[in-house]
């Protein structure tokens, strides 16, 4: 005969402190459940019931929690910092922003200068932060083509650059934690006034998405897998997850090295059956979880004719 379980109690460890509390609250987080009647001469008056998720923001946003208050409060912050910074129009906005850097070939000094890259709807921009200082800038109208060049660095690394031809006959180079994205941005903002591409191999558009939502990936750790939540993107090409906390992408996986999704049983991080085991042509096994688990598998069943559902 099954025994009951003994009710939860309150215990004391005299040796925490306060910075415990913290860091578990940080990084682990509490789920709070109360229920709580003030009653007067045995008269319930008030009812309270209380369902609360206490954590630090990067737990809230791998669990997948608080997705649209975190995105609206960056986009808000984004807004804000590049209005005072660039000195933004009533009607200009920012499309994109970047870190990044400009190559500067005038003058004495020849060599790179970090900042953030501002792409806005009507112009291109080089911001340096601290002491703050606009780099470089172009007009989106002055812009005459936008190309991908590759560039050997110092330790031997390729690396693809911005190059951007202006109306005046200049060429200026430009850096981008994400070039191909800002590329395929620029095109297409610029579409019908641009010189023909170059040829296939040459440069890149960024690939129109198949899939793009939240997923949890499940991380390989030192300590142990962990599920974090954050945003997939499905290619023809590739595969790519990232946590919104993260400056890279976690797991970049070519569909050519997929070879086969399966469903998992169970419970993941979005319910009963929504972990999926991806198989690698490599022998290995990544394991994501969705909140619409049959349509990512049939999606990315369809990007490889080996990546057979199973």
């Known amino acids: 005969m099954a025994t009951e379980p003994a009710p939860m109690r309150p215990t004391r460890e005299p040796r925490v402190t306060l910075d415990d509390l913290v860091e578990v609250l940080l990084n682990k987080g509490a789920v709070l459940h109360l229920d709580l009647i003030v009653a007067v001469a045995d008269i319930p008056l008030i009812g309270v019931s209380v369902r609360a998720a206490v954590a630090g923001m990067e737990t809230m946003l791998e669990y997948g929690m608080m997705r649209h208050w975190d995105e609206a409060t960056r986009a808000w912050a984004e807004r804000s910092v590049a209005r005072r910074a660039l000195g933004l129009r009533e009607d200009e906005s920012v499309v994109r922003r970047m870190s990044g850097g400009h190559l500067l070939t005038e003058g004495v000094y020849h060599g790179w200068r970090p900042g953030t890259v501002y792409l806005t ?63 395929g941005l620029l095109t297409r903002s610029l579409a019908g006034r641009l010189a023909p591409a170059l040829p296939s191999g040459t440069a890149t558009e960024e690939e129109p998405p198949l899939a793009e939502g939240h997923l949890w990936y499940e991380e390989p750790r030192r ?87 199973a």
């Open 121 to 183: 709807d009507q112009r291109l921009v080089v911001l340096r932060e601290e002491p703050r200082e606009v780099l470089w800038q172009t007009g989106l109208d002055a812009v005459r083509d936008v190309r991908l060049k590759p560039e050997r660095t110092v330790g031997g690394e390729e690396r693809l650059r911005l190059e951007v031809s202006l109306a005046d006959g200049r060429r200026e180079l430009l850096s981008a934690r994400e070039p191909e994205a800002l590329h």
């Open 223 to 309: 300590s142990g897998p962990l599920w974090r939540g954050g945003r997939a993107r499905l290619t023809a090409g590739r595969l790519t997850w990232k946590s919104p906390v993260d400056a890279r992408p976690a797991l970049v996986l070519s569909t050519t090295e997929l070879a086969g999704v399966r469903r998992a049983p169970g419970y993941g991080p979005g319910g009963e059956g929504s972990v999926l085991v991806l198989r690698t042509t490599a022998g290995e096994e990544i394991r994501l979880a969705a909140d619409d688990p049959d349509g990512w598998a049939r999606r990315l069943a369809s990007t490889s004719p080996a990546a057979v559902t």
